[in-house]
């Protein structure tokens, strides 16, 4: 049962554009919502989250959006840069009590070209 | 600042031989710490989680384990791999009070034959 999915496996975008980065999950006790960046042969890093009081959180390039009736968040970049091409996932976190534990998408692949 | 090991970064290993994968963390004390798995196009699976020393959590049927005998070290061992073991192994680190990982170590890359 896959409760993060992400249906996109990738995506490319031109320099410069908005990169829409979609995410849906279907556990609706879910409270916080997080997105990672993966380059090749390293581990995930933290990019941005938001919890599930709000519904918009903003980092710069980056911006989360959360729709709790749609059960569907997405991240947005702009504008995107060739050194954001990397593997993104989404993650969800259903209590802060549970050791922090998440419940990752698939991923999405990002492709910004020059 | 934190900083978390893994090794080896790769390792190719026989059916049934046994499995050893190390983590140690830097730059914090009491983290809560987890091993995810990456299989072939999948997302990553949370396999162990530990809030302190000797105190294992499993999110998973298999035949893997995890042991966390010092404070920053975790341990993910198996008796006997199986070809479905493959993947890319992840661990990672939180702060006892945030909710999520915080960092991830840079993985080690299994491949069992």
């Known amino acids: 049962d896959q409760q993060v999915k992400q249906n996109s496996p990738s995506l490319s975008v031109q320099e410069g554009r908005i990169s829409i980065l979609n995410c849906d999950y279907t556990n609706s006790m879910f409270d916080y919502f997080l997105w990672y960046k993966k380059y090749p042969a390293e581990g995930p890093t933290f990019l941005i989250s938001i919890s599930s009081i709000k519904d918009k959180n903003e980092d710069g390039r980056f911006t989360v959006f959360l729709n709790k009736s749609a059960k569907h968040l997405s991240l947005h970049i702009v504008p995107s840069q060739p050194g954001d091409s990397a593997v993104y996932f989404c993650?969800?976190?259903?209590?802060?009590?549970?050791?922090?534990?998440?419940?990752f998408g698939q991923g999405t692949e990002l492709s910004v070209k020059p | 600042s934190q900083t978390i090991h893994q090794w080896p970064a790769t390792l190719v290993q026989p059916v049934g031989s046994p499995l050893s994968l190390e983590c140690t963390v830097e730059g914090t004390s009491n983290p809560n710490l987890y091993w995810y798995r990456q299989a072939a196009g999948r997302g990553l699976q949370l396999l162990f989680y530990?809030?302190?020393?000797?105190?294992i959590s499993s999110e998973v049927p298999q035949n893997l384990s995890a042991s966390r005998p010092q404070d920053r070290q975790f341990i993910l061992s198996s008796k006997k791999l199986l070809l479905s073991d493959s993947g890319f192994y992840l661990c990672?680190?939180?702060?006892?009070?945030?909710?999520?990982?915080?960092?991830f170590g840079p993985g080690t890359r299994l491949t069992v034959l």
């Open positions: 990672a680190w939180s702060d006892p009070i945030r909710p999520h990982a915080d960092l």
């Open positions: 993650a969800a976190s259903v209590s802060r009590n549970q050791g922090g534990k998440l419940i």
């Open positions: 530990s809030v302190g020393i000797g105190q």
